[in-house]
């Protein structure tokens, strides 16, 4: 059963598919893969554009990912729709093909040989996503993976599948060839007899999650890429642009009612600055509009809201546990605090949590929801200290009047990006990887990174074009019968060499 957690609606129920569905969707994926591995890198590129053009103009799609998202239009649309899109054309462009093409290199010591580096497709990947977000974290996904010419297999959230059937839907209407991209749906058993017959794994979501699945792709010693979540710093520094941070910290920690993983999770400021930070903070806080999505169909020109509701009903009752634990260690209230009962749906005031502590658990677990906490520090060597004590390490941001020393320390953060004087911005510069350190997993998104890890490479040593004519020659001298003139040699070589 899927719900709109922003009325509390029923919106429709979706099948559970069984064991012997995920094999069956599995085999089909392996009987069609190698048809699609050998179209050229342009042929699948374009069937690719051709799906993100039609998503374009499809209104059903980004209305059924409102509804099951509980998130503003601006949000589906501006943020989702859009990263989609332009992470399809960077990776079907000229960045993806110069990525996958055949590598020559030219050793050293063998001068009469090169070395063809070869990318080729793993077979059938199993994706599977979050809930926050519908599209981005799910389909998105999967862009990379069939582009090197594997078949995909998506298992959405059981919270969220109904945009991931409306990609699947739009795929089929569009004569894409139909088993190359499926999607099967139900809960962490699903995904669990998925892990066990895909040749590789991309999985966000939860930590527990993502160990188990860790585990299962080592006993059956596949790939697997995982990005688990984080606890991301601000690190703003008594000469920061204030009002501009402020903004950043409150866009940061709301953005989809705190539901991002690389969203802000605490906030380290400078004692000099940091009462006015507060206050700007709360000021901010005070703007926010907060509702449920308007009907579908209506115009969605129109932006009315700013935070939505809470697509996760279990992050509602860990929000209040972290706030509850926040103000018994001291922390204090500046907005919010709890549910929003006059709204329809599960809606939590964005809340702010000043005088936060590190002993507090909400400045140490992630909370993936609508509170923020703030912490004075006495200097920038304590926050990037407390910043790096963590068993996470996804993203962060550092904050200063002076870039030079920002990017020294963004370099000494113990993550996987930083951004200097900015927030969230890094998951759409597609052209750089994205992954965690620590706890946050392995792996990468984005960049040629993200797109060669979904290859099995393969080298291939061959005589070069003209040098290779003295290859013979080199072969009797190296091999049976060794002989003492030849180890001289490279005593000779390797002294003066190295």
Same mark, same amino acid.
């Given at each position: 059963?899927?719900?709109?957690?922003?009325?509390?609606?029923?919106?429709?129920? !979706?099948?559970?598919?069984?064991? #012997?569905?995920?094999?069956?969707?599995?085999?089909?994926?392996?009987?069609?893969?190698?048809?699609?591995?050998?179209?050229?890198?342009?042929?699948?590129?374009? #069937?690719?554009?051709?799906?993100?053009?039609? *998503?374009?103009?499809?209104? &059903?799609?980004?209305?059924?990912?409102?509804?099951?998202?509980?998130?503003?239009?601006?949000?589906?649309?501006?943020? +989702?729709?859009?990263?989609?899109?332009?992470?399809?054309?960077?990776?079907?462009?000229?960045?993806?093909?110069?990525?996958?093409?055949?590598?020559?290199?030219?050793?050293?010591?063998?001068?009469?040989?090169?070395?063809?580096?070869?990318?080729?497709?793993?077979?059938?990947?199993?994706? /599977?996503? $979050?809930?926050?977000?519908?599209?981005?974290?799910?389909?998105?996904?999967?862009?990379?993976?069939?582009?090197?010419?594997?078949?995909?297999?998506?298992?959405?959230?059981?919270?969220?599948?109904?945009?991931?059937?409306?990609?699947?839907?739009?795929?089929?209407?569009?004569?894409?060839?139909?088993?190359?991209?499926?999607?099967?749906?139900?809960?962490?058993?699903?995904?669990?007899?998925?892990?066990?017959?895909?040749? *590789?794994?991309?999985?966000?979501?939860?930590?527990?999650?993502?160990?188990?699945?860790?585990?299962?792709?080592? +006993?059956?010693?596949?790939?697997?890429?995982?990005?688990?979540?984080?606890?991301?710093?601000?690190?703003?520094?008594?000469?920061?642009?204030?009002?501009? @941070?402020?903004?950043?910290?409150?866009?940061?920690?709301?953005?989809?009612?705190?539901?991002?993983?690389?969203?802000?999770?605490?906030?380290?400021?400078?004692?000099? !600055?940091? @009462?006015?930070?507060?206050?700007?903070?709360?000021? +901010?806080?005070?703007?926010?509009?907060?509702?449920?999505? $308007?009907?579908?169909?209506?115009?969605?020109?129109?932006?009315?809201?700013?935070?939505?509701?809470?697509?996760?009903?279990?992050?509602?009752?860990?929000?209040?546990?972290?706030?509850?634990?926040?103000? @018994?260690?001291?922390?204090?209230?500046? @907005?919010?605090?709890?549910?929003?009962?006059?709204?329809?749906?599960?809606?939590?005031?964005?809340?702010?949590?000043?005088?936060?502590?590190?002993?507090?658990?909400?400045?140490? &677990?992630?909370?993936?929801?609508? !509170?923020?906490?703030?912490?004075?520090?006495?200097?920038?060597?304590?926050?990037?200290?407390?910043?790096?004590?963590?068993?996470?390490?996804?993203?962060?941001?550092?904050?200063?009047?002076?870039?030079?020393?920002?990017?020294?320390?963004?370099?000494?953060? +113990?993550?996987?990006?930083?951004?200097?004087?900015?927030?969230?911005?890094?998951?759409?510069?597609?052209?750089?990887?994205?992954?965690?350190?620590?706890?946050?997993? *392995?792996?990468?998104?984005?960049?040629? &990174?993200?797109?060669?890890?979904?290859?099995? /490479?393969?080298?291939? =040593? &061959?005589?070069?074009?003209?040098?290779? =004519?003295?290859?013979?020659?080199?072969?009797?001298?190296?091999?049976?019968?060794?002989?003492?003139?030849?180890?001289?040699?490279?005593?000779?070589?390797?002294?003066?060499?190295?």
């Amino acid at each position: 059963m899927v719900q709109n957690p922003g009325t509390g609606a029923t919106i429709t129920e !979706v099948a559970t598919a069984t064991p #012997a569905d995920v094999a069956a969707a599995i085999a089909r994926a392996r009987a069609a893969q190698p048809a699609w591995a050998a179209l050229s890198f342009a042929d699948r590129g374009r #069937a690719l554009r051709r799906l993100t053009h039609r *998503m374009l103009s499809d209104a &059903e799609l980004l209305d059924s990912l409102v509804a099951e998202s509980g998130k503003p239009h601006y949000e589906a649309e501006a943020m +989702e729709l859009f990263y989609t899109c332009e992470l399809t054309r960077y990776y079907t462009g000229r960045a993806g093909r110069r990525a996958l093409r055949d590598d020559v290199r030219h050793p050293l010591v063998f001068a009469n040989k090169r070395a063809r580096v070869i990318y080729h497709p793993r077979g059938v990947v199993g994706v /599977i996503g $979050p809930w926050n977000w519908p599209l981005l974290n799910n389909f998105a996904d999967c862009v990379a993976p069939l582009v090197c010419g594997n078949a995909v297999v998506l298992k959405p959230s059981e919270w969220t599948p109904l945009t991931s059937l409306r990609v699947q839907a739009l795929w089929r209407e569009l004569g894409l060839p139909e088993d190359v991209f499926q999607v099967v749906t139900g809960k962490g058993d699903v995904g669990s007899e998925l892990c066990q017959q895909v040749d *590789m794994i991309f999985f966000t979501g939860s930590q527990k999650v993502g160990r188990q699945i860790a585990r299962d792709a080592g +006993e059956r010693l596949i790939p697997v890429v995982l990005e688990l979540g984080g606890k991301s710093p601000m690190l703003v520094l008594a000469d920061a642009d204030l009002p501009r @941070a402020a903004h950043a910290a409150v866009w940061s920690g709301f953005a989809h009612s705190g539901q991002v993983c690389i969203r802000t999770e605490r906030v380290f400021v400078e004692e000099p !600055v940091a @009462a006015r930070f507060v206050e700007l903070c709360a000021a +901010e806080v005070a703007k926010l509009r907060q509702g449920p999505a $308007p009907a579908p169909h209506g115009d969605r020109s129109d932006v009315d809201f700013d935070v939505g509701a809470m697509t996760f009903a279990p992050q509602v009752e860990n929000a209040r546990a972290q706030i509850a634990d926040a103000v @018994a260690k001291g922390g204090r209230v500046i @907005a919010g605090g709890s549910s929003r009962t006059d709204l329809p749906g599960r809606f939590f005031a964005p809340t702010l949590i000043a005088d936060a502590t590190p002993e507090m658990a909400v400045m140490r &677990e992630e909370t993936f929801g609508p !509170v923020l906490p703030i912490m004075r520090v006495p200097d920038a060597e304590t926050a990037l200290r407390l910043a790096n004590d963590s068993t996470m390490g996804l993203s962060g941001s550092v904050w200063s009047g002076d870039q030079a020393r920002a990017r020294a320390i963004a370099r000494r953060l +113990e993550s996987g990006s930083v951004c200097v004087n900015d927030v969230l911005v890094n998951y759409f510069c597609v052209e750089a990887p994205l992954g965690g350190v620590k706890a946050s997993g *392995m792996g990468f998104r984005h960049g040629p &990174e993200g797109l060669r890890q979904f290859c099995r /490479i393969e080298t291939v =040593v &061959e005589d070069r074009a003209v040098l290779g =004519v003295l290859s013979p020659f080199v072969s009797r001298q190296l091999t049976f019968p060794y002989q003492s003139r030849v180890l001289r040699i490279l005593r000779w070589f390797m002294r003066r060499m190295y």
